[in-house]
Nanobody, 120 residues
Framework: QVQLVESGGGLVQAGGSLRLSCAASGGFLSTYDMGWYRESPGKQRELVSS???????TYADSVKGRFTISRDNGENTIYLQMNNLKPEDTAVYYCKASRRRPFGGSWNYWGQGTQVTVSS
């Protein structure tokens, strides 16, 4: 059972930066496909960025060029560096770890979320 704990959220002015962390226990994140998601009131949870076990990265169009996802295998932690933050980035950010099961389906684990608030 993988447990994920996010941290690093907070209140920042527009144009500022934050770095979110997602620390794992009970499993090695290097063997999982990882994702950062966000959810704001009235909106569905959306994928912000992903990092596969093979180091392939994806970014939502709204964050390309501003956010960077990375992984530190020694710390068993993934990060989301967020620069040039905008008020529309305000949301609760969640990390997710996924891995396919050998005979179908997948294991999916979520963290508890961390609040990011960007003031204008």
């Amino acid at each position: 059972q993988v447990q994920l704990v996010e941290s690093g959220g907070g209140l920042v002015q527009a144009g500022g930066s934050l770095r979110l962390s997602c620390a794992a226990s009970g499993g090695f994140l290097s063997t999982y496909d990882m994702g950062w998601y966000r959810e704001s009131p009235g909106k569905q949870r959306e994928l912000v960025s992903s990092l596969t076990s093979g180091y392939t990265t994806t970014y939502a169009d709204s964050v390309k060029g501003r956010f960077t996802i990375s992984r530190d295998n020694g710390e068993n932690t993934i990060y989301l560096q967020m620069n040039n933050l905008k008020p529309e980035d305000t949301a609760v950010y969640y990390c997710k770890a996924s891995r396919r099961r050998p005979f179908g389906g997948s294991w999916n684990y979520w963290g508890q979320g961390t609040q990011v608030t960007v003031s204008s």
